[in-house]
């Protein structure tokens, strides 16, 4: 009997030697809250960063489409200096037959065509801008600066767009009249 006395106590003696106290837990969960705080806050402002990152690559990419698109139709036009003013820049593309306007207002740059003979007709009665090639706030401005093309002195036009206020950055082209 006092055999198995002893084996118990024994037995006892150990149980309360493992495991951890109430006060190691609780320093050990507020290591970790703490460092589960820190990792959590420098996931969301990582986040944060890629995603205005991102927003500024989709702003640059679609300027960019915009400044081809537009130097396309450019090369192949017929441009009247007093036409091309600010934000806005009328045309007529002889490769299409139409006459194109490009304009820059609320924030978007858009486009209109219309189906007129020459573009003295496009001076009389200019189209609208009216269908989109930005989304709103992918472009905080743009730009038109240009000469005709008179006798030799073959005209070019300088189109010059800026991304919104946290990209600092500028696409400019220059385009030769044909």
Same mark, same amino acid.
């Given at each position: 009997?006092?055999?198995?006395?002893?084996?118990?106590?024994?037995n006892?003696?150990?149980?309360?030697?493992?495991?951890?106290?109430?006060?190691?837990?609780?320093?050990?969960?507020?290591?970790? +809250?703490?460092? $589960?705080?820190?990792?959590?806050? =420098?996931?969301?402002?990582? %986040?944060?960063?890629?995603?205005? !990152?991102?927003?500024?690559?989709?702003?640059?990419?679609?300027?960019?489409?915009?400044?081809?698109?537009?130097?396309?139709?450019?090369?192949?036009?017929?441009?009247?200096?007093?036409?091309?003013?600010?934000?806005?820049?009328?045309?007529?593309d002889?490769?299409?037959?139409?006459?194109?306007?490009y304009?820059?207002?609320?924030?978007?740059?858009?486009?209109?065509? +219309?189906?007129? $003979?020459?573009?003295?007709?496009? =001076?009389?009665?200019?189209? %609208?801008?009216?269908?989109?090639? !930005?989304k709103?706030?992918?472009?905080?401005?743009?730009?038109?600066?240009?000469t005709?093309?008179?006798?030799?002195?073959?005209?070019k036009?300088?189109?010059?767009?800026?991304l919104?206020?946290?990209?600092a950055a500028?696409?400019?082209?220059v385009?030769?009249?044909?």
């Open positions: 009997m006092k055999r198995t006395q002893k084996i118990k106590k024994s006892k003696k150990n149980t309360m030697k493992s495991g951890f106290s109430l006060i190691e837990t609780l320093i050990a969960l507020a290591v970790f +809250s703490i460092a $589960a705080v820190m990792l959590s806050g =420098t996931f969301a402002s990582f %986040l944060k960063r890629y995603t205005i !990152t991102k927003n500024e690559q989709v702003g640059a990419e679609s300027a960019q489409y915009a400044m081809n698109l537009m130097a396309k139709t450019i090369r192949s036009s017929v441009i009247k200096t007093a036409f091309v003013s600010g934000n806005e820049i009328l045309m007529f002889n490769s299409a037959g139409k006459c194109v306007i304009g820059y207002a609320n924030g978007t740059l858009s486009v209109g065509t +219309s189906n007129l $003979a020459d573009i003295a007709a496009c =001076t009389a009665t200019p189209p %609208l801008p009216n269908s989109p090639l !930005t709103a706030g992918e472009i905080s401005d743009i730009s038109f600066y240009g005709p093309t008179a006798g030799a002195v073959i005209g036009i300088l189109i010059l767009a800026k919104p206020a946290g990209n500028q696409i400019q082209t385009v030769s009249l044909r």
